[in-house]
């Protein structure tokens, strides 16, 4: 257990709970945006909303080099042995392989890209790491649904992440629409923190990156939630961005269109944010999930 | 085995294949729209695409004692020992109820509406009976997928259905939106007729009504029709209506919104096209999935 105090306590108590957030949305002063590339209007949508998403933010002829990389990883036929990839449930189908700022140069410049790293920094008021990167493949046809969480409360309990200072970036690789199981959240919920119930099994994270079962929200938080909020679903074509707070409730339903929905997705933290020990007080989980060795400031490309 | 010719054979072939339709979709005289409900504008659209929907069609109001009808059979606490009652995978929640028709005097007279046995009849050119009816509960939270399928390939292999000339009518019990696992139609797939690979087990609905695995169409054959067609979701208010070609390829992700998804299902057949020996060559289903006994003309109400 973190000797840190905790200020966002979970899978403790016997029943759910939910809290106003303590900490700030967007770090340091919102004024300041000269030579910065959000808009004051754009960091209070984000503070208001907890997401800000750009449709067609990388356009195709930029993304192409980092599309057939990922076509090349798919192709290997060891890639299921490499411990920082994930199967779907039941399956030797791949569904995340993490890691890849650190095990692949191509996708690391993506990654690196100065404007993503521009606008994380602006939101969370300091330089920046990456706590954790994935390749996330949905396929068509039977691809999983994903069910409603904070990204931060696993981070938190898990990992150890103390404040909430990160932010996730998704760069889609495939058309999102509305009927292929895309990214749902819950604007505004990011102000909100809900408390699991349900204690935290040594090394869940072999499981739950296939299925949570653990750091799931309840029903009743659910409802009030979605009914002060709403539910949105950012589109757009291949290369559209979406960033989203760290706490924002989000998930996704399944697919069962022909087409897959890809992204990779990778978290900024701050460095003034670094991991301590787990507040689950189960020991670390691995680096490629949740990085503790080189939380250096990232520097664009 | 039926002793009628079999139009359009299935689960008989070790590859699937795909054939041009040789049914009309619509019957009988489309300009002799005289005094009948649908214009002919709607018919041509219905012909074409395969389906009409019309949002609000029922009231609040009109709808109210049919809701308070479906809460006071969900409460019924010998429900899930009916047989006509199919509970979801792997527990006791209701998903399905059927043959509430027969069973239930106040949902038989939602089905027996004046305006919806006009416009399958018209659409059918001839009287048309209730081949099955159902209520589908798809709950919030955690409602399952239905993967793609047309209900005539297995109504034809499973029930002896001989052609295509019937009718399925979904009448929505609660908002159908983006996020909760709406009804997806593949518009013009209903010209497209798709014979599916396996053979059907003996008394295969008693998995099947709660998940397909024969009769279950190749990925190849759904990428072209949703690359010809597309991918169309009717949604709207409670009260809304949509009415749908037999052999329209159709289905609906899963559900992790808190937002239920409710329907009353029923399909009209032509008297003309009455069931004969299922074409599977299997003993026929029960009665309350495709029904065989009361196949008189339904009276409008």
Redesign the interface.
């Known amino acids: 257990m973190s000797i840190m105090e905790d200020l966002y306590p979970s899978r403790q108590a016997e029943t759910p709970s939910i809290s106003e957030r303590p900490d700030p949305v967007v770090y340091g002063d919102m004024a300041a945006i000269s030579g910065k590339p959000l808009s004051l209007a754009e960091l209070q949508f984000y503070e208001e909303h907890g997401y800000l998403d750009f449709a067609g933010f990388f356009s195709e002829a930029e993304l192409r080099p980092y599309q057939e990389e990922l076509t090349r990883l798919w192709e290997r036929d060891d890639i299921t042995t490499w411990p920082e990839v994930i199967t779907e449930p039941g399956s030797d189908e791949v569904r995340s392989i993490f890691y890849i700022h650190q095990s692949n140069d191509v996708l690391r410049r993506l990654l690196c890209d100065r404007r993503l790293v521009a606008i994380v920094s602006q939101l969370l008021g300091s330089e920046v790491y990456i706590h954790q990167s994935r390749i996330n493949y949905k396929r068509?046809?039977d691809g999983k649904?994903f069910?409603?969480h904070s990204d931060f409360e696993t981070w938190h309990i898990e990992d150890g992440m103390p404040r909430m200072r990160a932010i996730s970036c998704s760069i889609s690789l495939t058309e999102n629409n509305?009927?292929n199981?895309p990214l749902?959240v819950i604007p505004g919920s990011h102000m909100t923190y809900v408390s699991c119930v349900g204690q935290t099994p040594e090394e869940h994270y072999k499981d739950s990156l296939k299925k949570q079962e653990y750091g799931v929200p309840d029903?009743q938080s659910?409802?009030l939630l979605?009914?002060a909020n709403g539910?949105v679903?950012p589109r757009g074509p291949a290369g559209s961005v979406t960033f989203f707070d760290c706490n924002i409730m989000h998930?996704?339903?399944?697919?069962?269109?022909?087409?897959a929905r890809s992204n990779i997705f990778c978290v900024y933290n701050s460095v003034d944010n670094v991991l301590v020990e787990p507040f689950g007080g189960q020991k670390p989980r691995p680096d490629f999930i949740a990085t503790r060795q080189d939380v250096s400031p990232l520097q664009p490309a």
């Open positions: 068509g046809f649904e069910y409603w509305e009927h199981g749902m029903h659910m409802n979605v009914a539910i679903t998930g996704s339903n399944s697919n069962i269109t022909p087409w």
